[in-house]
């Protein structure tokens, strides 16, 4: 018996030691990740409408079609594939949804916390604070709330991050693969992939950075084929992504209608380039940067870190160069290189994307191992302050975030009681066909995949040929609705015809063309006849 107690002693030691902390400081973390996660699903228990539909109509032509359609223009396949899998146990897709963020949310604390101790050497106690900071800002809200799922990717670079000291080759290998699977969601993603190659070479020792470097590459190349593969065996070509639309987005002239995505397909690409005011557009994404607090705190901080770490000049001789000692600083600092691989990866979309929150989550959230760091480092110094202070004003835009979250939930309820005032509820329970949403704001939450008609309205779903032949296109400008689509009985429109979302235009005749309509506040019913 005494030696049995002893094995288990030396056991239970053993998996102390191995463990990233204690269990009471994980029970802690994730404690509060749950009680972040009620808190969004509470104030907001519907998506958060941007490009759900699309993601439920994905589902849908799976579930008709096929898996082969998870490959899409929209997202990496994994995406759909995930959230349609789940939902064949859900019955739900927001519930899959919700499920698939929380754990990313889990998986993103897991690996920023083997960021901070492996790369960092950032104590327990600075981790377990520094999760906590994280759990309460929009961009882990974001994350757990989000259609697009980012927060899966962002846990996946993270991983990968947290493997940038291994020397082993499966485990360099197994670093680079984990890193390119973040494409597989995302596709923007991908140039965290490549970029790592770069920041693990400079992170090695000399006399290894050759080999590592391609044991990691060869792990990146194997994830990056991985969509390349199935897009190939889909729709025999590698890549079926949207990219000309991200570029065909800053045109002025662009437009999410219908007729306009259609013949986005045959434009060619320096065509849709040549058409963008690029001086124009880097001044107006710097400008908006320059009033983004929580960047521009960032970027002081970067470069008051750059100041405290940049080689000196030698005692005696000439003095090393700006450049030169600008570059080893770059090279010689992980603090420093961390930042650069950042802000390089995401560098092309501050400028091809607005600011949005996903995008700042896929930069502050990979980045916040870095804040511990540099924290951990001089936790009364000036940069432990601004360290401070990007979390405290991080922290002051979350309660506006969920107040949004409540907003959007409201607006929803309104919506809904306006539509079962004249849609029957059994239309939408059992025969959702029968109702073409004209806008985005209203998905139909009695569905599986919360969608009425699947109907092509506009949106990234128009440019996606699969969606038109197994859908249909509706042209809300120019209309044909009764000749191709004679059993739609019900049509919901926004009520302002101009509404934000240039999809959402129609033409003020649709409102006239069925038998009746009601008006109300936000949205417009029109009983077309159909049957």
């Known amino acids: 018996m005494a030696t049995v107690d002893a094995l288990d002693g030396s ?24 009680v972040a996660a009620a808190t969004v699903n509470l104030l907001m228990p519907i998506p958060d409408i ?24 929209n997202w990496g396949f994994a995406n759909p594939l995930l959230c349609y899998l789940l939902t064949r146990v859900t019955g739900n897709l927001l519930v899959s949804q919700r499920t698939l963020t929380f754990m990313g949310a889990v998986l993103t604390l897991v690996f920023a916390d083997r960021t901070m101790q492996r790369l960092f050497n950032v104590g327990a106690p600075v981790r377990t604070a520094f999760l906590l900071a994280m759990i ?9 709330a989000s259609t697009h799922m980012d927060i899966l990717p962002i846990a996946l670079t993270l991983a990968g991050l947290s493997m940038l000291r291994s020397t082993r080759w499966a485990s360099c290998f197994l670093a680079g693969l984990l890193v390119s699977a973040a494409s597989w969601f995302r596709f923007h993603f991908a140039a965290y992939a490549i970029l790592y190659l770069v920041l693990m070479y400079f992170q090695q020792s000399k006399g290894r950075r050759l080999a590592v470097t391609a044991y990691a590459a060869a792990g990146v190349a194997a994830g990056m084929a991985v969509p390349m593969v199935l897009s190939e065996l889909a729709f025999g070509v590698a890549s079926v992504s949207n990219q ?24 060619p690409l320096d065509t849709i380039v040549s058409h963008v005011n690029w001086v124009r557009l880097v001044f107006k994404r710097l400008f908006f940067a320059m009033r983004w607090t929580t960047f521009v705190l960032a970027c002081v901080l970067f470069a008051v870190h750059c100041w405290q770490v940049r080689p000196q000049q030698p005692a005696t001789g000439q003095g090393t160069p700006l ?21 390089a990866s995401v560098a092309l979309f501050l400028i091809l994307r607005d600011f949005t929150v996903r995008l700042e989550a896929a930069l502050f959230l990979v980045g916040f191992p870095w804040l511990a760091g540099i924290y951990s480092r001089r936790p009364r110094s000036l940069e432990a302050g601004l360290v401070a202070a990007i979390i405290v004003v991080a922290w002051t835009h979350t309660p506006d975030t969920l107040f949004n979250y409540l907003k959007m939930t409201q607006r929803f309820n309104d919506i809904d009681c306006q539509v079962r005032s004249v849609v029957p509820a059994e239309v939408a329970l059992n025969s959702p066909e029968k109702v073409i949403d004209g806008f985005t704001d209203y998905p139909n939450r009695h569905d599986r995949y919360w969608l009425w008609n699947p109907v092509v309205i506009g949106g990234w779903m128009a440019g996606w040929k699969p969606f038109r032949q197994e859908f249909g296109t509706l042209d809300l400008g120019h209309p044909q609705l009764a000749r191709d689509f004679p059993r739609v009985e019900y049509l919901l429109l926004a009520s302002d015809p101009l509404s934000h979302f240039d999809f959402e235009q129609y033409a003020p005749s649709l ?21």
Do not use: H
């Open 244 to 267: 000309k639309l991200i570029v065909a987005i800053l045109m002025k002239e662009f437009a999410y209608t219908v007729p306009y995505q259609a013949s986005l397909a045959s434009m």
């Open 11 to 34: 056991l239970w030691r053993r998996i102390r030691w191995r463990s990233p902390g204690s269990w009471k400081r994980w029970v802690l973390v994730l404690g509060a990740l749950i």
């Open 511 to 531: 409102v006239t063309s069925g038998r009746r309509y009601a008006e109300f506040k936000d949205v417009v019913i029109v009983e077309t006849g159909g049957k």
């Open 50 to 73: 941007n490009d759900f539909r699309g993601l439920g109509m994905n589902c849908l032509l799976m579930e008709r079609k096929g898996l082969r359609y998870c490959v899409n223009g």
């Open 136 to 144: 309460g800002t929009p961009w882990m809200m974001e994350g757990l």
């Open 323 to 343: 450049w030169r000692r600008l570059w080893n600083c770059a090279t010689g600092e992980l603090t420093v290189r961390y930042v650069l691989y950042i802000l």
